[in-house]
């Protein structure tokens, strides 16, 4: 009888199959744990050439795993990192480009300093307050009146944006003068800022535009009425 179709006992079958448990750890999981195996079984060749040929091999079947990355820039560099990277750096290849290290895989970036503000109106938000530095620096004028209107005009829109739905020009002046350090003072201004009306229409996200009166409603193509009028629908009168 051909050895082809000796019956198998299936103790033996069980008793060889493989867990992910038990296997060794993958590097890199999206390529999966047969060009893992190619790697693992590249790096013990012997034979220089024969071990370079077969890191060339490995590296087309990487790049047919990924053809969408084919004209990103520098994608075989990325293939040959990789391909070192899989092999636990034990891989010794020609590459056309530097081999990496492990000691430059391992370094952590440096802590990015975040900056650290807490103002007493929070509400008005840091940008605000680099405004008021900057008008503190113009010289007296047309120019820094109107800077300093349009300043005010931002405090009560932020201001209503977080708080009540009416605020006075007064508070608002207030907390100019205390946010510039006594350099703006408009407590004793008669200017008028913008209506609360005007500037809570602004903050609100509205989905549907007003229409003016006596303009007629787009409708869409699904609110259309075409074809032959529904039975309960008379004909009008000739």
Do not use: C
Not at 86 to 112: N, T
Not at 190 to 208: F, G, P
């Amino acid at each position: 009888m051909n050895s082809k179709y000796i019956k198998e006992n299936s103790n033996d079958v069980v008793h060889h199959l493989e867990y992910n448990a038990e296997r060794s750890h993958l590097i890199i999981p999206e390529y999966g744990r047969h060009l893992q195996k190619l790697i693992d079984q590249a790096t013990i060749i012997e034979d220089d050439v024969e071990r370079n040929k077969a890191a060339k091999y490995i590296i087309q079947v990487m790049g047919s795993l990924n053809p969408h990355l084919r004209d990103v820039p520098d994608f075989q560099h990325k293939l040959w990192d990789q391909i070192f990277i899989m092999s636990d750096f034990k891989l010794v290849a020609d590459s056309p480009y530097p081999i990496p290290s492990r000691e430059v895989l391992q370094l952590k970036p440096d802590v990015l300093q975040y900056p650290q503000n807490f103002p007493k109106y929070r509400y008005y938000g840091n940008n605000i307050k680099y405004m008021i530095d900057v008008a503190n620096k113009w010289e007296e004028g047309e120019m820094k009146n109107a800077l300093v209107k349009v300043i005010a005009n931002h405090m009560k829109k932020s201001y209503l944006s977080w708080n009540k739905d009416t605020v006075k020009d007064d508070v608002i002046f207030e907390h100019l003068y205390e946010l510039s350090d006594g350099k703006l003072n408009l407590l004793q201004s008669t200017e008028e800022l913008l209506n609360t009306t005007d500037l809570l229409r602004t903050n609100k996200r509205v989905s549907n535009k007003i229409l003016p009166v006596g303009q007629p409603k787009i409708l869409s193509n699904k609110n259309l009425k075409t074809g032959k009028p529904k039975p309960f629908q008379k004909n009008n009168p000739k």
